[in-house]
């Protein structure tokens, strides 16, 4: 093999490997940083909300817009699992970074009729990670606009299991959402069942219609939305690998890699963003 030819799959190699390091790096490290950064400032505007009485009760905000994904819509709280979470909007994988989501086709949570929510297992927090250990009896809590709502769990289904009874009238069912499996290979959809304890508050404007949302925002849901940003990164990166190794042989090792160690971990760790936003919503 020539030397060129042997240096530039040397450079390729040592690319791989550094990208994968980067990646798992984000995932278990820089990941639940991201999302405790994205709580915080979502659990203060809830707050803000709760405390003016412009917290959201429907799919529309007070001013009569609808919600933005990732906007706040209700406070998640599982004693038994240590969880307090801020519940946003939406649940595609870009949105459910900065917390739980709720399903846009279904009713906010204390309302009547069903409501569900999205969680990560393994990413981001992973605020669903050990939904598993819930068992019947067990209870949940959630705030939202309307005020505070109590559940127990009555079940929970894996793949092949019976569906829901409809929901009984003036009750809200609700249903937490995760996956089970190794890491980066979820082998199935897991849901927990809870039945609202007491009367369930008056359901809010919903816009989007059952079944009417996106695969993107489905269980096990991809977002390729983001593909073409993907792309722009690896461009990126490429083009700071061919720019380091001809600084390296004009101006030597010492000065090139001043200026192009940072510039190379800026743009991987951008391309890793992009990366784990194609991942499926669950993981």
């Known amino acids: 093999m020539k030397r060129g030819a042997l240096e530039l799959l040397t450079s390729a190699t040592g690319a791989i490997l550094i990208l994968t390091a980067t990646f798992l790096i984000n995932f278990f490290a820089l990941s639940p940083l991201s999302h405790s950064v994205a709580q915080n400032g979502l659990r203060s505007s809830f707050a803000s ?28 709280v599982i004693p038994k699992l240590g969880l307090s979470e801020i519940v946003v909007e939406g649940t595609d994988s870009n949105t459910m970074r900065a917390g739980v989501g709720h399903r846009r086709d279904t009713v906010l949570p204390g309302q009547e009729g069903m409501t569900v929510l999205f969680g990560r297992a393994w990413t981001y927090g992973a605020p669903f990670g050990a939904l598993s250990t819930l068992k019947v009896g067990d209870e949940i809590t959630t705030y939202t606009g309307q ?31 995760t996956t089970e499996g190794e890491y980066f290979m979820p082998q199935s959809v897991l849901r927990v069942d809870a039945e609202l304890q007491g009367k369930a508050f008056d359901t809010g404007l ?77 993981l």
């Open 147 to 177: 005020g505070k709502s109590t559940y127990k769990v009555s079940g929970i289904r894996r793949a092949g299991d019976k569906g829901l009874a409809p929901v009984k009238a003036g009750s809200n069912h609700l249903v937490l959402v």
């Open 206 to 282: 919903r816009v989007t219609k059952w079944g009417a949302i996106p695969a993107e925002g489905r269980e096990l849901g991809f977002d390729a939305r983001y593909a073409w940003a993907l792309g722009l990164t690896l461009i990126g990166l490429t083009l700071v690998q061919v720019l380091g190794r001809l600084s390296l042989k004009r101006f030597g090792i010492a000065k090139a890699w001043i200026v192009f160690a940072p510039l190379a971990a800026f743009v991987m760790l951008l391309t890793i963003d992009q990366v784990t936003r194609l991942l499926p919503n669950l």
């Open 49 to 76: 909300q709760t405390s003016l009485a412009t917290a959201p009760t429907g799919e529309k905000d007070f001013r009569g817009q609808v919600l933005a994904d990732g906007a706040p819509v209700a406070q998640l």
